[in-house]
């Protein structure tokens, strides 16, 4: 999980790599590091300012394969389905601090569990 260190000159490389660079400037000037790709879906890239609609679909496909992200597909359940650990894992480490600097994928899953 190498990204998670990224900042957000990385993260518009990274983007670039993805055949897009036209948005790098819609990272960096929004402040995007690794931590903050969590948050990146079809909901915040228009206000990251992105809006060509198969460009999100490709971002946000990709960030989630970056991230390891498998969320559960709709059913017809009104509960809501059981949250992908990795991404609730990356949800606690987008936050700053010395908790969330400490935090290991182990010591979350241990925690879950309790």
């Known amino acids: 999980m190498d990204f998670l260190q990224w900042d957000s000159q990385d993260v518009a490389r990274w983007i ?3 055949g897009f660079p036209q948005y790098k400037a819609c990272f960096t000037e929004n402040f995007i590091t690794g931590r903050k790709l969590i948050y990146i879906d079809c909901n915040t890239l228009p206000k990251l300012g992105i809006t060509y609609f198969k460009d999100m679909q490709v971002i946000c496909a990709r ?3 970056l991230l390891e992200i498998t969320e559960t597909p709709w059913s017809r ?4 389905p059981r949250r992908d650990t ?8 987008s936050r700053t601090g010395e908790r969330a600097e400490a935090l290991t ?7 879950l569990d309790q």
Do not use: N
Request: a negative charge; glycine letters at 0%.
């Open 63 to 65: 960030v989630q394969e």
């Open 86 to 93: 990795v991404a609730l894992f990356l949800e606690k480490k």
């Open 16 to 18: 670039e790599s993805l």
């Open 77 to 80: 359940s009104i509960a809501d």
């Open 105 to 111: 994928f182990q010591r979350f899953l241990h925690d």
